[in-house]
T-cell receptor, first 111, second 113 residues
Framework: QKEVEQNSGPLSVPEGAIASLNCTYSDRGSQSFFWYRQYSGKSPELIMSIYSNGDKEDGRFTAQLNKASQYVSLLIRDSQPSDSATYLC???????????FGSGTKLNVKP | DVKVTQSSRYLVKRTGEKVFLECVQDMDHENMFWYRQDPGLGLRLIYF???????EKGDIPEGYSVSREKKERFSLILESASTNQTSMYLCASKTPRGLETQYFGPGTRLLVL
């Protein structure tokens, strides 16, 4: 079992809709969670990090963490074609150097 | 802003060649990482370093070595390149304690013929 699991997609949403990306993790000791966006041929760029249960909002992005269910999600409101990319979920245990990455979910936002 | 740079964006090498990939960060971070990324396999950790001259193996260290002589520079070495090492190589640097986050360099796409 992989530490972090994501549906590979593709997830297709129309422009202006809410895109919902999901991620589960297996290590209950994980304390930090991250969402990265990766355009084709480019390196991952950090969108959001979340450490506490609940929601964290940043512009059109909302990260949600539920440690009891070991579940992390990313909502993208008012999706734009420029949001089309692969989204990577990552986790890390406190005081550990190693990050665990999911394989990514490909998002297509159709104009 | 954190800046992580990698020496090459694209490299073409021949089987058996020794290959050096260099990564430099300008934020005085102690922790640096080398990953490779392949379709369907995601990001896989090759090696990481938590200080100068200190290193730890990741999940797939075979066929690779690393060097960290200075804090800002972390090098990945392919001792004898093979075709199965054709991949995208990504270097990352991690912020210090507190909001510990990894930032990635632009990546090096390596083709081994």
């Amino acid at each position: 079992q992989k530490e972090v699991e994501q549906n590979s997609g593709p997830l297709s949403v129309p422009e202006g809709a809410i895109a919902s990306l999901n991620c589960t993790y297996s290590d209950r000791g994980s304390q930090s969670f991250f969402w990265y966006r990766q355009y084709s041929g480019k390196s991952p760029e950090l969108i959001m990090s979340i450490y506490s249960n609940g929601d964290k909002e940043d512009g059109r992005f909302t990260a949600q963490l539920n440690k009891a269910s070991q579940y992390v999600s990313l909502l993208i409101r008012d999706s734009q074609p420029s949001d089309s990319a692969t989204y990577l979920c990552a986790s890390r245990r406190y005081n550990f150097n190693k990050f665990y990455f999911g394989s990514g979910t490909k998002l297509n936002v159709k104009p | 802003d954190v800046k992580v740079t990698q020496s090459s964006r694209y490299l073409v090498k021949r089987t058996g060649e020794k290959v050096f990939l260099e990564c430099v960060q300008d934020m005085d971070h102690e922790n640096m990482f080398w990953y490779r990324q392949d379709p369907g396999l995601g990001l896989r950790l090759i090696y990481f370093s938590y200080d100068v001259k200190m290193k730890e193996k990741g999940d797939i260290p075979e066929g690779y070595s690393v060097s960290r002589e200075k804090k800002e520079r972390f090098s990945l070495i392919l001792e004898s390149a093979s075709t199965n090492q054709t991949s995208m190589y990504l270097c990352a640097s991690k912020t210090p304690r507190g909001l510990e986050t990894q930032y990635f360099g632009p990546g090096t796409r390596l083709l081994v013929l």
